[in-house]
């Protein structure tokens, strides 16, 4: 089972409302990601957990902040959003660093898409 | 230069037809190798993955990875209307305990019946 479930699907809030993008895989993976995809674009890094310690933030904005509460879940708290933070947002996992491993890769959910009115 | 160049296309194509994606790369500490299928609305799916030189094969789908060129390739055989989308390459290395990728800006594939 390669799956990473993101919810909601879709998403539309206004600039000063707060909500919460929600992310979970049971793969045992203990890296996971959060990343922003603006359309006909790649996906771009926001952060990156590893061993539940946040990693990366890569100058995300404070109006964005992660949580990872357990090695399964990943939340994004969205407040205060402007409509250019509109975007689909992917949450990702991989397995994280271990001797030897050869597969270890990146698996993404169906993203939730987010408009900010 | 970027780390990875990719061909943006579109890439309009018969059905049928074989069809040949394309990436270079600059960054030689690359170790993975992936492609990634995206349709529009939804998550980029994992298509193809590895990690050393040479061809694999996955039904109608072959990636190739040549590491002294520092290219790699998807091949799509007997290609249908349903891989239409958007394949973006991309390539990644271990980096304290999670994965440094680098994408490339993806082709958009029209296969039509």
């Known amino acids: 089972d390669t799956e990473v479930t993101q919810t909601p699907k879709h998403l539309v809030m206004g600039m000063t409302n707060k909500k919460s993008l929600k992310c979970e895989q049971h793969?045992?993976?203990?890296?996971m990601y959060w990343y922003k995809q603006k359309a006909k674009k790649p996906p771009e890094l926001m952060f990156v957990?590893?061993?539940?310690?946040?990693?990366i933030n890569e100058s995300v904005p404070s109006r964005f902040s992660p949580e990872c509460p357990n090695s399964s879940l990943l939340n994004l708290h969205l407040h205060a959003l402007q409509p250019e933070d509109s975007a689909l947002y992917l949450c990702?996992?991989?397995?994280?660093?271990?001797?030897?491993?050869?597969?270890?890769?990146?698996?993404f959910g169906e993203g939730s898409w987010l408009t900010v009115v | 230069q970027k780390e990875v160049e990719q061909d943006p296309g579109p890439l309009s194509v018969p059905e049928g037809a074989i069809v040949s994606l394309n990436c270079t790369y600059s960054n030689s500490a690359f170790q993975y190798f992936m492609w990634y299928r995206q349709y529009s609305r939804k998550g980029p799916e994992l298509l193809m993955y590895t990690y050393s030189s040479g061809n694999k094969e996955d039904g109608r789908f072959t990636a190739q990875v040549d590491k002294s060129s520092k290219y790699i390739s998807l091949f799509i055989r007997d290609s249908q209307p349903s891989d239409s989308a958007t394949y973006l390459c991309?390539?990644?290395?271990?980096?304290?305990?999670?994965?440094?990728?680098?994408f490339g800006t993806g082709t958009k594939l029209q296969v039509i019946p």
């Open positions: 957990y590893s061993y539940e310690k946040l990693s």
């Open positions: 991309a390539m990644s290395l271990n980096s304290g305990g999670y994965q440094k990728v680098t």
């Open positions: 990702a996992s991989s397995q994280g660093w271990q001797r030897g491993l050869t597969r270890n890769t990146i698996y």
């Open positions: 793969m045992g993976h203990r890296a």
